[in-house]
């Protein structure tokens, strides 16, 4: 067995997308599979979800990566392509693309191949990142409508930027400025996120696009996505590699940024930021050994961390130590290292093997 491993559960997933379905029944899923589904395998995370009725990810790659793989769902380019060639590659493969400024209009209106897009048309409604301006949106849109060869589908979106704030006072910013430009239209809209789809159900609309929360995780600081009738899809999970005894007053690791303040037992786990485990994650940060939890002492290595397990019956090298998942949620493991836990799930590295179960 390897040392680290990422436990990949499938029915978590499953779980995860049939609360989401029950949250917002009127709605279609585009699950969002970008940064390598969160960590957690892009192919593995696709084959794992059947069901959904769309995929969204971020780069042209990803895209390609999931056909190759068989998978025939509508895949949704999230930025979209950027010049001829991302175009013509994107009709290849079946690709829908987000429509976010005029030079990508620009570049449809060049498109004389048999293929036709179905097409999703963002707004900025104060993200103030990717979309048109409420101002250019009639115009854009206009231009969509006399796209020759005609697109399969017109879609209108937008993107939260503060979905998780449980006051919701921009996100009705946002629904306002959003719903008098798509009012006399037809076309499906599209605006949440996962925080949007617990926090707000007038965002639902034809279209979510939950990502954390498909995983299990919640996107709300001070929550975790148990409290959310979610599970976690990942576990971390390593193995003890070393014990050893530390006197008082000795030091442990780079710095000796941790010393001993009694006699210290102190196991020496396999997992460092060569796995993708943040630095920020400092002294005192939990883990779970043999199930039960310990601190983290030091600095974390490229491939190593040491834990205080003196409060723990005797641990012994092979045991196996929980870095986050089932039993220590990522949710909390982020708050200990000052970060969200989006930045921990992708930074999980190619070298730490996604196993199913
Ligand atoms: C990443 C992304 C999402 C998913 O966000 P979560 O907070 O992970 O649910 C949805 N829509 C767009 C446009 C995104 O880029």
Not at 18 to 34: C, D, E, G, I, T
Request: charged share 20%; aromatic share 6%; net charge neutral.
């Amino acid at each position: 067995m390897r040392l680290i491993r990422a436990r990949i559960d499938g029915g978590a997933l499953r779980s995860n997308l049939q609360r989401l379905r029950q949250l917002a029944p009127a709605s279609k899923v585009m699950a969002v599979v970008k940064a390598n589904a969160y960590g957690h395998g892009l192919v593995g995370v696709a084959l794992a979800l059947p069901d959904v009725d769309a995929f969204g990810v971020a780069r042209l790659e990803e895209a390609v990566a999931l056909r190759a793989a068989g998978i025939n769902q509508p895949i949704v380019l999230l930025e979209g392509v950027f010049n001829a060639e991302q175009l013509a590659e994107a009709a290849r493969h079946r690709l829908e693309l987000v429509v976010h400024e005029s030079e990508q209009l620009a570049l449809l209106e060049t498109w004389r191949g048999s293929f036709r897009f179905t097409l999703w048309l963002k707004v900025d409604t104060g993200m103030n990142r990717l979309g048109f301006r409420a101002a250019e949106f009639a115009n854009a849109w206009q231009r969509l409508q006399v796209l020759q060869p005609a697109p399969a589908a017109l879609r209108v979106m937008t993107h939260l930027s503060s979905a998780d704030e449980r006051d919701g006072a921009v996100t009705r910013a946002q629904l306002q400025r959003f719903l008098p430009l798509v009012k006399d239209l037809q076309a499906p809209l599209s605006m949440a996120n996962s925080a949007a789809i617990f926090a707000d159900a007038t965002t639902h609309r034809d279209w979510i696009r939950p990502g954390l929360a498909l995983y299990g995780i919640s996107p709300f600081a001070g929550q975790n996505g148990s409290a959310l009738g979610l599970q976690p899809a990942m576990t971390l999970e390593t193995t003890v590699i070393a014990v050893r005894q530390v006197a008082a007053g000795e030091r442990v690791g780079y710095a000796g940024a941790w010393q001993a303040a009694r006699p210290t037992q102190v196991a020496i786990l396999a997992a460092g930021y060569g796995d993708g485990l943040l630095r920020s994650l400092g002294n005192g940060a939990p883990v779970l050994v043999n199930g039960r939890r310990a601190p983290l002492v030091g600095r974390v290595s490229m491939d190593m961390i040491a834990v205080d397990v003196t409060d723990l019956p005797p641990v012994a090298v092979g045991d196996t130590a929980e870095l986050w998942g089932r039993r220590l949620a990522v949710e909390e493991v982020a708050a200990a290292a000052q970060t969200i836990p989006y930045e921990l799930l992708c930074a999980v590295s190619q070298r730490v093997p996604l196993e199913e179960g």
